[in-house]
């Protein structure tokens, strides 16, 4: 996950429940389930041939939950970087050939998929988890704790699974392995998507040729062949209780591109600057210049918009004026004309302010991720899987989230739907919860077998709603 959004402070409770829930229903953007679902999907998902599925889903998740925690354990901490997930990879491609799964190793680097054929005709679903973790030393005290050491653009850093791509990877290695079990009576067919890089790769810098992750996986067919009725995807999150599944239709997690400025002027004397052309002052009136695009310039009762200047770097020296100052930072929209159009005003505001203090800016922007945009009419489909799998108090309308996923790629290819999962241990307040990405994250173990009851579910209900 990219750069997870900072919390609101806020009760828990409160802004999920009644704020988010209250607003997305005066709006008319979310709608009871009963009335958005169709009657025949519900039906064919609540009637007895389902209802045994069903309870054979929790049987079995039950029966391997600790065989589940062991994996997340062992994965843990074994944490691999982008693009180097070679343990993690070969884990997981064991496990799937022992299931008796078609398997394909080596997707977009180390990916691994597994297809799963059911014993009857019906739609191919997809479930994905992403499996590599961050450069980040763990800082959480526990038995199987990080020590790794990977190499990140060259140089040598501590790894964590700071952000729970290794529970991620351990419920959907127990998902597959609760749905092989029931391959007989499955009315469809299931795609496990292993996918390495979420965090983009350790290898490289995006520049805007390469890709990886996600969008190197759908290059490469994972979405066809065959082709993918729908996907279903999760994330752990630190902002919700243990257990608490939470999810939203339409934008739910924002695009994520990187930019960089650099601003070239004339080198000269600090004690002289009207003998050059300052770039540390034309770059600071950039920085501020650019606030205004989002406070002044676009429609935010549309959408919300982030423009974040994250690092700059120029001169070396007290008394000299340098040449140069380079700046990097990220934009967060979820609507893809504001995005296109905030771009396009970041390079003239740069452009105009450098110019006119002599100096010249240098503008270039590479898009990451898009939107995680869940389908209002397969969110309507689904929700009340969800709930069911939740139980009674335990879900909830999630905010839009400023941390943006590439499990958007695959909904560009198949409607998809993206929920978040809580791993905050329910003693403990999830708005002072250390976040995804902290050195200190924690997830609690507890909430995993919620995770693959979700997805197996998921898969099952959507499958016998396609045959009604």
Same mark, same amino acid.
């Given at each position: 996950?990219?750069?997870?959004?900072?919390?609101?402070?806020?009760?828990?409770?409160?802004?999920?429940?009644?704020?988010?829930?209250?607003?997305?229903?005066?709006?008319?953007?979310?709608?009871?389930?009963?009335?958005?679902?169709?009657?025949?999907?519900?039906?064919?998902?609540?009637?007895?041939?389902?209802?045994?599925?069903?309870?054979?889903?929790?049987?079995?998740?039950?029966?391997?939950?600790?065989?589940?925690?062991?994996?997340?354990?062992?994965?843990?901490?074994?944490?691999?970087?982008?693009?180097?997930?070679?343990?993690?990879?070969?884990?997981?491609?064991?496990?799937?050939?022992?299931?008796?799964?078609?398997?394909?190793?080596?997707?977009?680097?180390?990916?691994?998929?597994?297809?799963?054929?059911?014993?009857?005709?019906?739609?191919?679903?997809?479930?994905?988890?992403?499996?590599?973790?961050?450069?980040?030393?763990?800082?959480?005290?526990?038995?199987?704790?990080?020590?790794?050491?990977?190499?990140?653009?060259?140089?040598?850093?501590?790894?964590?699974?700071?952000?729970?791509?290794?529970?991620?990877?351990?419920?959907?290695?127990?998902?597959?392995?609760?749905?092989?079990?029931?391959?007989?009576?499955?009315?469809?067919?299931?795609?496990?998507?292993?996918?390495?890089?979420?965090?983009?790769? $350790? @290898?490289?810098?995006?520049?805007?040729?390469?890709?990886? &992750? +996600? #969008?190197?996986? *759908? =290059?490469?067919?994972?979405?066809? /062949?065959?082709?993918?009725?729908?996907?279903?995807?999760?994330?752990?999150?630190?902002?919700?209780?243990?257990?608490?599944?939470?999810?939203?239709?339409?934008?739910?997690?924002?695009?994520?591109?990187?930019?960089?400025?650099?601003?070239?002027?004339?080198?000269?004397?600090?004690?002289?600057?009207?003998?050059?052309?300052?770039?540390?002052?034309?770059?600071?009136?950039?920085?501020?210049?650019?606030?205004?695009?989002?406070?002044?310039?676009?429609?935010?009762?549309?959408?919300?918009?982030?423009?974040?200047?994250?690092?700059?770097?120029?001169?070396?020296?007290?008394?000299?004026?340098?040449?140069?100052?380079?700046?990097?930072?990220?934009?967060?929209?979820?609507?893809?004309?504001?995005?296109?159009?905030?771009?396009?005003?970041? $390079? @003239?505001?740069?452009?105009?302010?450098?110019?006119?203090? &002599? +100096? #010249?800016?240098? *503008? =270039?922007?590479?898009?990451?991720? /898009?939107?995680?945009?869940?389908?209002?009419?397969?969110?309507?489909?689904?929700?009340?899987?969800?709930?069911?799998?939740?139980?009674?108090?335990?879900?909830?309308?999630?905010?839009?989230?400023?941390?943006?996923?590439?499990?958007?790629?695959?909904?560009?290819?198949?409607?998809?739907?993206?929920?978040?999962?809580?791993?905050?241990?329910?003693?403990?307040?999830?708005?002072?919860?250390?976040?995804?990405?902290?050195?200190?994250?924690?997830?609690?173990?507890?909430?995993?077998?919620?995770?693959?009851?979700?997805?197996?579910?998921?898969?099952?209900?959507?499958?016998?709603?396609?045959?009604?």
């Amino acid at each position: 996950m990219q750069a997870f959004a900072t919390r609101s402070r806020l009760g828990f409770k409160k802004l999920v429940l009644a704020s988010a829930m209250a607003a997305a229903l005066a709006s008319g953007s979310l709608t009871a389930h009963a009335q958005a679902t169709p009657s025949a999907a519900l039906m064919a998902t609540s009637s007895p041939q389902a209802q045994a599925l069903h309870a054979q889903i929790d049987e079995r998740a039950k029966a391997i939950e600790q065989k589940l925690i062991a994996w997340r354990r062992d994965i843990h901490e074994h944490p691999e970087l982008g693009n180097l997930e070679t343990r993690t990879s070969a884990l997981v491609a064991e496990h799937l050939h022992k299931l008796g799964l078609e398997v394909k190793t080596g997707v977009a680097v180390t990916g691994v998929v597994g297809l799963l054929k059911g014993g009857k005709p019906g739609p191919v679903v997809a479930l994905r988890a992403d499996m590599d973790a961050l450069p980040v030393k763990e800082q959480v005290d526990l038995p199987f704790a990080s020590k790794a050491k990977g190499m990140y653009l060259g140089k040598e850093v501590d790894v964590m699974h700071a952000c729970g791509h290794d529970t991620h990877t351990a419920m959907l290695m127990a998902t597959a392995e609760v749905l092989a079990g029931m391959k007989d009576q499955l009315p469809g067919s299931v795609k496990f998507i292993f996918q390495p890089a979420e965090e983009s790769p $350790a @290898t490289f810098e995006p520049d805007g040729e390469k890709i990886w &992750g +996600a #969008k190197q996986m *759908v =290059k490469q067919g994972v979405m066809s /062949n065959p082709k993918v009725d729908a996907v279903f995807g999760l994330h752990v999150s630190s902002s919700y209780p243990s257990g608490w599944i939470a999810w939203r239709p339409g934008p739910a997690m924002s695009s994520a591109d990187q930019f960089w400025i650099d601003v070239t002027g004339k080198q000269t004397h600090g004690a002289r600057p009207w003998s050059g052309v300052d770039p540390i002052v034309a770059s600071a009136q950039i920085i501020t210049g650019i606030q205004s695009i989002i406070s002044r310039q676009s429609n935010i009762a549309l959408e919300p918009a982030v423009v974040t200047v994250g690092a700059i770097n120029g001169g070396n020296r007290m008394n000299i004026i340098p040449d140069k100052v380079s700046m990097i930072g990220t934009i967060r929209t979820y609507d893809e004309g504001m995005k296109k159009d905030i771009h396009k005003r970041l $390079a @003239t505001t740069a452009e105009h302010i450098a110019e006119s203090s &002599g +100096a #010249k800016a240098k *503008v =270039k922007v590479v898009e990451l991720y /898009n939107a995680v945009v869940n389908p209002p009419d397969l969110v309507a489909r689904m929700g009340p899987t969800l709930e069911r799998v939740a139980g009674p108090g335990n879900f909830g309308l999630q905010p839009k989230s400023s941390a943006s996923e590439d499990f958007s790629f695959y909904q560009q290819e198949a409607p998809g739907m993206f929920f978040y999962l809580g791993v905050t241990p329910k003693d403990k307040d999830p708005n002072t919860a250390p976040n995804n990405h902290s050195p200190l994250f924690y997830a609690d173990e507890s909430a995993l077998i919620y995770g693959v009851r979700a997805l197996s579910n998921m898969a099952v209900d959507y499958m016998l709603a396609s045959g009604s």
